[in-house]
């Protein structure tokens, strides 16, 4: 699935599709009552009685999220769980910070936040599709969520609108977190968890964490983590560590290159906001680690399966937020799949670069290289820019798929006089300019 560009584009599987309509309708999933919503690229599965959760996403039939078997097809209310978290997976929302310090933080437990039956509608079909999830005032905390989850006919990305609403009858503090469980299994062997799951997010220059990153629990050497050329690594491996990264970029990426499907989760960043312990971004892995027993030895508890299943948290927070009563706050995401063999050098609305976009002059001529993915279906265009970065002059070169690399290679350009870098843009079929892909400067 990955696409060689020369003066035109080959198309794939991905590519441009008929645009036909998006869709909501219910279904059974894994014995919950749920609802379903579709385009020609995507399936998501919502169990408004599990929290509001978002219980699985597929793009070009491959499943992202982790749904624990341990819970399957049942629900387990508040009142029954008896203060105990039941992790169903899935996506969700959640209040940060957590802890039992005070009233401040939350504790981790089945609540009206994570547990309660959320109000399901739907607000539009067709061009697009929109589903509105209203949870129930939780007086533990006085949070009341509320999510809009939005796609349209003509993309596979998907924008999630969560609202935050005191309803308690005093002032509140809280930060909203995004907390997306990956199914990290083999997909060729579900009783072995992937060793080829990546995920990626840029380290922030002059970070607060002396390493980059900090790691809040687990091994503070875990191999897991490395930094390289200012971007995070993370090379699961099968041992229990959440780490906290102080990223400024404004996305995340989670790479499986077992399969080649990943997922990019965007975010707006905003440089003065007080976020928890500093953190931006979270990744949690789930699985085996030290615990204590009454003698205080040192042991590691069950490593099964069932047990401790094979998945990773990455997690989005929000700025923490003062709210006076019945004062809400929005936080939105979106999140971009796609299907890549490369490492993420640069992200942005528009789409993702994993070979660096480069611009080679040869006498008159130049040559183009690089490796994109386009988050939407469209059209390439080569702006070629002056030296103040205005538009001398535009050229076509063809259709790309949407969420699928696209391997530029151009030779023989003949750019205009004064030409001194060369845009990427990517426009839609109603050649409306959806923004850069890459840009450079010609370099000789």
């Not at 290159?257 to 440089?271: A, L, N």
């Not at 042991?299 to 299943?309: G, K, R, S």
């Not at 923490?320 to 019945?326: E, F, G, Q, R, T």
Request: aromatic letters at 10%; hydrophobic letters at 35%; a negative charge.
């Amino acid at each position: 699935m990955k696409h060689l560009l020369s003066l035109a584009l080959a198309l794939g599987p991905l590519a441009m599709y008929a645009q036909t309509p998006c869709s909501v309708h219910p279904v059974t999933y894994q014995g919950w009552e749920a609802q379903e919503v579709t385009n020609q690229w995507l399936k998501l599965t919502v169990v408004p009685q599990l929290g509001g959760r978002l219980m699985q996403v597929e793009f070009d039939g491959h499943p992202y999220l982790f749904v624990n078997p341990k819970f399957r097809g049942q629900y387990i209310s508040p009142t029954e769980a008896k203060g105990g978290w039941i992790n169903y997976g899935g996506d969700k929302i959640w209040p940060m910070p957590e802890g039992d310090q005070d009233d401040h933080h939350w504790v981790l437990a089945s609540t009206a936040i994570d547990d309660l039956p959320y109000a399901f509608k739907v607000l539009s079909q067709g061009k697009e599709c929109a589903v509105q999830l209203d949870g129930q005032p939780d007086t533990i905390t006085g949070l009341q969520y509320s999510r809009t989850i939005t796609i349209s006919a003509t993309s596979p990305e998907i924008h999630f609108h969560a609202v935050t609403k005191n309803a308690a009858t005093h002032p509140i503090e809280w930060s909203v977190q995004s907390v997306s469980q990956y199914d990290l299994s083999d997909h060729t062997n579900p009783t072995d968890y992937n060793h080829d799951l990546y995920a990626y997010t840029p380290a922030k220059p002059n970070s607060t964490y002396p390493d980059g990153y900090h790691v809040r629990s687990g091994l503070a050497d875990d191999p897991s983590f490395s930094i390289q050329k200012d971007l995070f690594q993370l090379h699961w491996k099968y041992f229990e560590n959440e780490v906290w990264l102080d990223s400024p970029a404004g996305w995340l990426a989670v790479l499986d290159r077992q399969s080649h499907f990943g997922m990019i989760e965007h975010f707006t960043y905003i440089p003065a906001g007080n976020y928890p312990g500093k953190a931006t971004t979270i990744f949690y892995k789930n699985g085996p680690g030290v615990r204590f027993d009454k003698q205080d030895h040192a042991t590691i508890p069950d490593t099964t399966q069932l047990a401790t299943p094979y998945y990773m948290e990455a997690e989005i927070n929000s700025p923490i937020v003062k709210l006076a009563p019945n004062q809400t706050y929005a936080f939105d995401t979106t999140w971009s799949p796609i299907y890549t063999t490369g490492t993420p050098i640069s992200v942005n609305p528009t789409g993702l670069v994993t070979q660096a976009f480069t611009a080679t002059a040869e006498g008159t001529q130049l040559t183009l290289t690089g490796t994109v993915t386009a988050f939407a279906p469209g059209t390439l265009v080569l702006s070629y820019l002056n030296q103040r970065g205005a538009e001398i002059e535009k050229q076509t070169l063809g259709p790309i798929a949407v969420g699928v690399e696209a391997v530029i290679q151009q030779q023989g350009l003949t750019p205009p006089a004064g030409t001194k870098a060369i845009a990427l843009k990517l426009v839609d079929q109603n050649n409306k300019d959806l923004g850069i892909l890459a840009r450079t400067d010609i370099r000789k």
